[in-house]
């Protein structure tokens, strides 16, 4: 019964560089999101997707920042030109529907910009 | 706006004594708060502790209890007497009824230490 996995679990990026970031929900949820954690913020909703269809994006930098999910399967999170502000935990959570109560973390991928 | 405030950390315990660690939500736009505490163990994925629905009501788990005080906006997290195993971070939460097309709101997290 595998839970939320995410990948890659450490990426060191040098400034300006891209990172992706992989997300794979526990199998028959529809709800994926997106936070990203820092020790000042806390957990910081980014985005979220219901059956794959973005719903809500209003925690999204605008600039840089980008997700998607092009299948059930997996969701994406993408920042070009990475600064060293974007340093964090990046959290991937699934639910069965969105905001039934439990979401399901992965156990995070840490981005760290030098 | 919705948000959630809570005890800022690291708190320190020692064990078999009690804790209590704060949380207060806003919830302007969100009719009917549900709540939650999230738990991340050293080396673990954060998971669900407990999460109450309705106000007036307590959920428990683990030895933890939190009631759902609507008059003071609060969802204080409590337990009686500590272990080390405890240690870990707690996230207190905010969110809204199923299907409504919202997320959770998060706290900054509390750190817990609890010491022999």
């Known amino acids: 019964n595998a839970g939320v996995i995410q990948t890659p679990r450490h990426k060191v990026t040098g400034k300006g560089q891209e990172a992706t970031l992989w997300c794979e929900p526990i199998s028959g949820h529809s709800a994926v999101f997106w936070y990203r954690q820092t020790i000042v913020q806390g957990l910081e909703f980014l985005t979220y997707f219901r059956n794959q269809a973005p719903i809500d994006d209003s925690g999204m930098p605008k600039e840089r920042f980008s997700a998607q999910m092009p299948n059930q399967s997996h969701s994406t999170l993408k920042i070009q030109s990475t600064q060293p502000q974007d340093s964090a935990v990046y959290l991937c959570?699934?639910?069965?529907?969105?905001?039934?109560?439990?979401?399901?973390f992965g156990e995070g991928s840490k981005l760290t910009v030098l | 706006g919705d948000s959630v405030t809570q005890t800022e950390g690291p708190v320190t315990v020692s064990e078999s004594e009690s804790l209590i660690i704060n949380c207060t939500y806003s919830a302007t736009s969100i009719a009917y708060p549900n709540l939650f505490w999230y738990v991340r163990y050293p080396g673990e994925g954060l998971q669900l502790l407990l999460k109450?629905?309705?106000?007036?009501q307590k959920g428990s788990s683990r030895g933890f209890e939190a009631t759902y005080n609507k008059e003071t906006t609060s969802f204080h997290l409590q337990k009686a007497s500590v272990q080390e195993s405890d240690s870990a971070v707690y996230y207190c939460?905010?969110?809204?009824?199923?299907?409504?097309?919202?997320?959770?709101?998060f706290g900054t997290g509390t750190k817990l230490q609890v010491v022999p």
């Open positions: 939460a905010l969110g809204d009824q199923p299907n409504s097309g919202t997320y959770q709101r």
């Open positions: 959570a699934s639910s069965l529907r969105e905001n039934t109560g439990q979401l399901y």
């Open positions: 109450v629905i309705t106000a007036g």
